[in-house]
């Protein structure tokens, strides 16, 4: 790659490059010095042709505006007044995290509307200042409700104010200087080497601010490098050992460098090893806070306290106390003590295996191709790397012969929100959304061994990323990253240095994207709402320290009517821009010899109104065929020919909206496509043949899933009112069944027959187990059903409702029928947890405010006195609290709750899935204070659903904003992969 002076050129299809004098410098020969050229006056109206947009200014980011949030339905709720701001919510992700723990509601805050309009909101700049919004778990707003006259008061206890503070003793009440603003406080970025096997190499983000202690550090590092790291060492001779965290941004803050070993060993033996052809990079997660050990010379601060009344000396009250969402909760236990009751680390852990499903991102590119044949995409914090093999019968439909891979890269610990793949085809570059614990950033790793590369942006995107782009005419030495910031920072990258060149603000307006021109890389464009911005470069590597970009203002105008969103782009083989729009146009941009892009009328208009729906995706073939995606509509057009119509096929409505366009060869002309859909299907086929699922799942958040009592499969339902049997062997679809309303819960029988599904209009559906088939309906309900439970018997099935009741269903005609009996009452808000005693007599159940009731089901009566079952055998421990589940509470940070929990069949480890997107696994029980853990973190928020399978050799979650599934292998902890 040559470093060059980033101008316009002639021969702009060649790097024409001459030697300076500064030594190892060349950069891009210098234009013909024409009379033209050189005339000043000329030089003016060049310059006359750009504008500047101006700098990022972080005062402009941190401006709040005040709005109160009320409850949707809920005239009680009194409301919540916060400032909004970039520099608090650096995206809309993050503020619905927030509000989930501020607001309590069914399945988490999900959406935002306004007052009183009803307006959904979907971007933190969209909020106005003293405005009143609801939010809301589910897209329905009940915006006739008087919100805000509630006469709830607040209790206060404060004393009186002393008065004023004098001026000679104000030092006093200041707080000290802020660490964080040492410059030692700044993350960096390490690479680390597996010290037996060189080729192992990984850059590890190094954040001071961390929780996580020096000896968690070195496990992340272990899983990352395929080895039980016991020491790490600088990579540069004399080869010194690192002792402490603080030594890494003190002492050896120049080294860039570590080398990591095992135990007993050291740098010296590096010669002593013999290198491996195996060069499998280990498929192990980031696990996150991995200890919770009290044990830590520096403990990090925990929010939730615990303490426990439980004594030798008192016989009358030996409950245990533990703070649960900001309430005392007090639990008994058992009247013998746990013997393995402890707070030690389990020796399992967890190893992602597979990943199920497909999620297609509205605003932006998830599905690529590789030269492998591999289909790459993101899901949650994974990058999935696909490997369809083909049947040799001639039914491909067929899935029985088929035996599909997946490769995993786990660099990221949020969520990814864009992906590009390079144009040598070698490497990928995915950014990751900024989280509370981790920082947005962009990774670049080889698609080969999925070693990172390199990793750039920390610290400096704040906000989000919405879009990268490799350049294409310098083959990837580039990228352009679009942030998510309140004025969309575009900047451009020189990755392979971890340099920046330039960056400008673009737009107030919704960017979609931003990329480079095809044929030059001086010229960028963004495109989003109401604009396609053409961009120009202007930068010198040799004299300019950071490059200027700035706005063509001749290019990109519309005539006539604009667009409300310029949705996709491509480029054609003539130079031209192709723009799809959300009134379903495609556009033609033809440049002159100036660079500048205007609208080619009799291009144009052949694809005016060329789809019903926005035209989603754009994509130019080989052969210089253009396809384009709109809706459930994929058409063809011959490029070549003035865009003439060549073909069009109509996608079954149940496979949703087109979203992606790719080739399976972009190398080859034989018409084959991977289509990727707004429900969640990667299709495959051409417009001459049928399309065929390849990839497909469920197209909305999953809340629920249940494990099959003796086969190596699981269920789940979602609000795309689709029930699914998935296989962990196959990792396929076994059956999926339709049920007409949308699922929120479900359970299977212990004998494995049947599966009740619970659903948003309170009914529930009894289906068959073994093919999907309908059994029965019963109508239970007005409210929503939250959970639902079969007891261990199989007779009878316990039921919460969103109203707060509990119902107990006796199974009639051996399963074909279900009578509900009386409802208990008892919960003041809606249920969220069911378990059965093992011997199908009494029920324990939980709320949305964490309360435990106890309940007789024979007498139908709720027991008060929580004692009575202090010793009962639960079948399955799947409440969120309890004496067992006290441990993880007081592992949880303030404003975090626990919204799963599940035990191992068995009862020797504890699985938790929390608010944060983290998933741990305790031993069992687990009642002691702050006990150690394993965790993997996948999702940037909710995580849904966990449960162990039947033989609790493997877990599966679900969660975030993706409606995917996790597979995860329990393995042992001390035996690399």
Not at 25 to 34: C, F, H, K, L, S
Not at 163 to 171: A, C
Not at 543 to 551: L, Q, S
């Amino acid at each position: 790659m040559y470093r060059a002076r980033l101008t316009d050129s002639e021969n702009w299809s060649e790097l024409q490059v001459v030697h300076s004098d500064d030594e190892d410098v060349v950069y891009q020969e210098q234009r013909p010095a024409t009379e033209v050229y050189m005339s000043q006056n000329h030089a003016q109206n060049e310059m006359k042709r750009y504008e500047t947009v101006g700098g990022t200014k972080k005062e402009d980011l941190k401006k709040g505006r005040r709005v109160t949030f009320f409850r949707n339905g809920d005239t009680n709720f009194r409301g919540i007044s916060i400032s909004i701001s970039q520099n608090d919510f650096r995206n809309f992700e993050t503020l619905l995290v927030f509000l989930n723990g501020k607001i309590p509601t069914t399945a988490g805050v999900r959406y935002v509307f306004s007052l009183p309009d009803g307006k959904e909101i979907k971007s933190v700049t969209e909020f106005k200042h003293g405005k009143a919004y609801l939010a809301s778990s589910v897209k329905k707003p009940n915006i006739k409700l008087p919100y805000g006259y509630s006469r709830e008061t607040d209790w206060t206890s404060a004393r009186p104010s002393p008065g004023k503070v004098r001026k000679d003793e104000v030092h006093l009440f200041k707080r000290p200087t802020s660490p964080t603003s040492s410059p030692t406080r700044k993350a960096r970025v390490i690479t680390v080497e597996n010290n037996a096997r060189k080729e192992l190499k990984e850059k590890v983000i190094i954040d001071p601010q961390t929780k996580q202690n020096f000896e968690d550090i070195l496990c992340i590092i272990g899983d990352l490098i395929n080895m039980n790291v016991d020491s790490l060492y600088t990579r540069r001779k004399p080869f010194r050992k690192v002792v402490s965290f603080s030594q890494l941004f003190r002492e050896f803050k120049n080294h860039d460098m570590f080398i990591a070993c095992q135990e007993g060993e050291d740098p010296t033996d590096r010669n002593s090893y013999h290198g491996s052809n195996n060069s499998d990079k280990l498929q192990s997660i980031d696990e996150l806070n991995m200890s919770g050990s009290s044990n830590s010379d520096s403990p990090p601060p925990m929010e939730n306290g615990f303490s426990t009344s439980r004594s030798d000396n008192n016989l009358e009250d030996d409950s245990a106390s533990v703070l649960i969402n900001g309430k005392i909760r007090r639990y008994y236990p058992p009247s013998m003590s746990y013997p393995d009751d402890e707070a030690g680390k389990p020796d399992r852990k967890l190893k992602l295996e597979w990943i199920y499903g497909y999620h297609a991102k509205e605003n932006s590119s998830n599905l690529f191709v590789l030269s492998s044949g591999e289909i790459a995409y993101a899901v949650a914090s994974v990058v999935v790397l696909y490997k369809y093999i083909r049947n040799k019968d001639k039914d491909r439909d067929s899935v029985k012969d088929r035996e599909d891979t997946q490769r995993l890269y786990l660099g990221h610990t949020e969520e990814v929100t864009s992906m590009a793949l390079n144009p040598t085809n070698k490497s990928i570059a995915s950014a990751q959304m900024a989280g509370k614990e981790n920082k947005a950033h962009i990774r670049v790793w080889d698609c080969k061994t999925l070693t990172t590369l390199n990793v750039i942006g920390v610290g400096f995107f704040d906000s989000g990323i919405l879009s990268i782009n490799f350049s294409q005419q310098s083959n990837g030495s580039f990228l352009c990253v679009m942030d998510n910031a309140e004025k969309h920072v575009l900047s451009i990258w020189d990755w392979q240095k971890e340099r920046m060149v330039a960056k400008t603000t673009t737009s107030n307006l919704a960017v979609k994207a931003a990329c480079f021109y095809k044929y030059n890389d001086t010229i960028l464009i963004t495109y989003g709402q109401q604009h396609v911005y053409f961009w120009k470069l202007f930068w010198d590597p040799v004299r300019d320290k950071e490059g200027r970009i700035m706005r063509d203002k001749r290019s990109g105008l519309f005539l006539g009517d604009i667009p409300n969103e310029v949705c996709s782009l491509a480029f054609s083989a003539k130079g031209d821009v192709l723009t799809g729009d959300s009134s379903g146009t495609i556009t033609v941009w033809s440049p002159d010899v100036e660079y500048i892009f205007s609208i080619n009328l009799d291009l144009s208009e052949t694809m005016k109104n060329a789809h019903k729906h926005p035209v989603s995706s754009l994509y130019m073939l080989m052969d210089n065929t253009l396809m384009t995606g709109g809706g459930l509509e994929i058409r063809a057009w011959d490029s070549i020919n003035g865009y003439r119509p060549a073909n069009a096929r109509v996608l079954p409505e149940a496979t949703g909206h087109v979203r992606t366009i790719i080739p399976q060869n972009s190398a080859s002309a034989d018409g084959r496509l991977y289509i990727g859909t707004s429900k969640g299907y990667v299709l495959d086929g051409s417009l001459q043949d049928k399309f065929r699922f390849l990839i497909q799942g469920h197209s909305e958040e999953i809340w629920a899933i249940a494990p099959h009592p003796n086969e190596s499969a699981f269920f789940t339902t979602s609000f795309d009112k689709m029930v699914i049997k998935w296989s962990t062997t196959r990792h396929k679809i076994i059956w999926k069944s339709q049920i007409g309303k949308p699922g929120c819960c479900l359970s299977a029988d212990l004998k494995g027959r049947q599966i009740a599904v619970g659903t948003q209009t309170g009914n529930i559906e009894i289906l068959n187990a073994h093919n999907g088939m309908h059994v029965a309906s019963i109508e239970v309900s007005k409210y929503r059903i939250d959970c639902i439970s079969f007891s261990p018997d199989s007779t009878m099935i316990a039921v919460g409702s969103h109203d707060g009741l509990l119902q107990i269903l006796d199974a009639q005609d051996g399963g074909k029928g279900y009578s509900p009996s009386r409802p208990l009452k008892g919960h003041p808000t809606f249920v969220t947890h069911i378990d059965w005693s093992g011997d199908s007599k009494y029920i324990q159940s939980t709320d949305g405010q964490y309360n435990m009731i106890n309940w007789d089901v024979e007498k139908k009566l709720r027991i008060s006195d929580p004692r009575v079952l202090r010793d009962a055998d639960w079948h399955i421990y799947s409440c969120t609290t309890g004496y067992p589940v006290i441990g993880p509470w007081t592992n949880m940070e303030n404003g975090t709750q626990l919204n799963a929990v599940h035990r191992s069949n068995y009862r020797d480890f504890l699985l938790t899935g929390d608010s944060r997107g983290r998933v741990r696994l305790y031993k069992y029980p687990c009642a002691a204070t702050k006990p150690e853990y394993r965790g993997v973190k996948l999702y940037s928020n909710d995580v849904t659903a966990a449960n162990f399978l039947y033989d609790d050799m493997n877990v599966i979650t679900s969660g975030g904003m993706s409606p995917v599934l996790a597979l995860w292998a329990v393995v042992d902890a001390f035996v690399s992969s």
